[in-house]
């Protein structure tokens, strides 16, 4: 499912949303630049959640799909502009065979298509895109909507590795194509350290955060288990051209921690909110010797653009 070779380019689904390859190779390091970082949209949550059935709500979206609009609005309007947007799973609140799924999809990627053609999305996919135990099946369909479930590629000299985090969650329907991701992971993070020019920093991308606040915090519905955390962890930050920060959603709060120089940095959603922080996306700096970051609410970022200092950065040669 995942493109083999590093530096690889994406592809998504549909050709609409599709990105210029040529964005996606650029191993040379040329300066400061900005992302944007935003989770769960998942159209059909807010009715689901309000009317108390997660199971099987979620038959109005217009919620989300207005906010996920302004989330456009307020990055198209961002100078300079991000180098791209990744979205960091559960697109939708449907689950795989259920109702509604084809619909909700279908609204988001309209909305998604206001977003300016210089500005690439990256899908990233989520428990409710693959099921929480996601099988060949449901996987393939995932694919064919939004893309390869995992890849990498390149922008500005940094290398960006996408990970399906349902493998690591519960892999039991689908143990071939856990091991295959496995067994690209570790080839990919291999050759980073070894390709010339050396990454600049190493980004990874999944939907469901290593931990919330710690990394010996229990195991919860909302972080990855224990053994898998800590074999994960310990890879990541392995040699000089470690992981520098995992992103991530799924917990609909802002929280993360940073640990031994790797940030795990969870975001709140662009749809439901599970807890005091307002509907919004994250604006990612990377200057060459850091990663810098902060969660702006849509409105915030509508009418006040980037903050001052995050800006200066970005202009700093
Ligand atoms: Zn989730």
Same mark, same amino acid.
């Given at each position: 499912?995942?493109?083999?070779?590093?530096?690889?380019?994406?592809?998504?689904?549909?050709?609409?949303?599709?990105?210029?390859?040529?964005?996606?190779?650029?191993?040379?390091?040329?300066?400061?630049?900005?992302?944007?970082?935003?989770?769960?949209?998942?159209?059909?949550?807010?009715?689901?959640?309000?009317?108390?059935?997660?199971?099987?709500?979620?038959?109005?979206?217009?919620?989300?799909?207005?906010?996920?609009?302004?989330?456009?609005?307020?990055?198209?309007?961002?100078?300079?502009?991000?180098?791209?947007?990744?979205?960091?799973?559960?697109?939708?609140?449907?689950?795989?065979?259920?109702?509604?799924?084809?619909?909700? =999809?279908?609204?988001?990627? /309209? +909305?998604?298509?206001?977003?300016? &053609?210089?500005?690439? $999305? @990256? !899908?990233?996919?989520?428990?409710?895109?693959?099921?929480?135990?996601?099988?060949?099946?449901?996987?393939?369909?995932?694919?064919?909507?939004?893309?390869?479930?995992?890849?990498?590629?390149?922008?500005?000299?940094?290398?960006?590795?996408?990970?399906?985090?349902?493998?690591?969650?519960?892999?039991?329907?689908?143990?071939?194509?856990?091991?295959?991701?496995?067994?690209?992971?570790? =080839?990919?993070?291999?050759? /980073? +350290?070894?390709?010339?020019?050396? &990454?600049?920093?190493? $980004? @990874? !991308?999944?939907?469901?955060?290593?931990?919330?606040?710690?990394?010996?915090?229990?195991?919860?519905?909302?972080?990855?288990?224990?053994?898998?955390?800590?074999?994960?962890?310990?890879?990541?930050?392995?040699?000089?051209?470690?992981?520098?920060?995992?992103?991530?959603?799924?917990?609909?709060?802002?929280?993360?921690?940073?640990?031994?120089?790797?940030?795990?940095?969870?975001?709140?959603?662009?749809?439901?909110?599970?807890?005091?922080?307002?509907?919004?996306?994250?604006?990612?700096? @990377?200057?060459?010797?850091?990663?810098?970051?902060?969660?702006?609410?849509?409105?915030?970022?509508?009418?006040?653009?980037?903050?001052?200092?995050?800006?200066?950065?970005?202009?700093?040669?």
């Amino acid at each position: 499912m995942g493109a083999s070779d590093v530096g690889s380019v994406l592809s998504t689904g549909d050709a609409e949303l599709l990105v210029a390859p040529a964005e996606y190779a650029e191993r040379q390091w040329s300066g400061p630049f900005c992302f944007i970082q935003a989770a769960d949209p998942q159209l059909g949550l807010m009715k689901a959640w309000r009317d108390g059935d997660c199971d099987s709500g979620g038959e109005e979206w217009a919620e989300e799909v207005e906010l996920t609009k302004q989330a456009v609005e307020a990055v198209n309007h961002l100078r300079p502009r991000p180098r791209f947007m990744v979205l960091c799973g559960d697109l939708v609140h449907a689950m795989p065979g259920s109702p509604y799924k084809e619909e909700q =999809e279908r609204d988001l990627k /309209a +909305a998604l298509r206001g977003t300016d &053609p210089s500005i690439p $999305l @990256v !899908f990233v996919s989520g428990n409710h895109d693959l099921g929480n135990t996601p099988t060949p099946s449901s996987v393939e369909q995932y694919c064919n909507s939004w893309g390869d479930d995992y890849f990498s590629f390149w922008v500005g000299g940094v290398f960006c590795l996408v990970l399906n985090s349902q493998f690591f969650f519960d892999a039991l329907a689908c143990p071939e194509l856990q091991k295959a991701q496995e067994a690209w992971l570790e =080839e990919q993070l291999s050759r /980073a +350290a070894t390709t010339e020019p050396k &990454p600049k920093h190493i $980004l @990874v !991308f999944q939907h469901i955060p290593l931990y919330l606040q710690s990394p010996e915090e229990e195991d919860d519905y909302f972080n990855l288990q224990k053994a898998t955390r800590r074999r994960l962890l310990d890879r990541f930050k392995e040699a000089d051209t470690g992981v520098k920060a995992v992103f991530s959603g799924h917990y609909h709060r802002n929280a993360g921690g940073c640990h031994e120089g790797l940030d795990m940095v969870v975001s709140s959603a662009i749809g439901c909110q599970l807890g005091k922080d307002t509907h919004g996306v994250r604006l990612v700096v @990377v200057t060459a010797d850091a990663v810098h970051h902060r969660y702006y609410s849509l409105e915030q970022l509508r009418v006040g653009g980037m903050d001052e200092d995050l800006g200066k950065l970005l202009r700093r040669p």
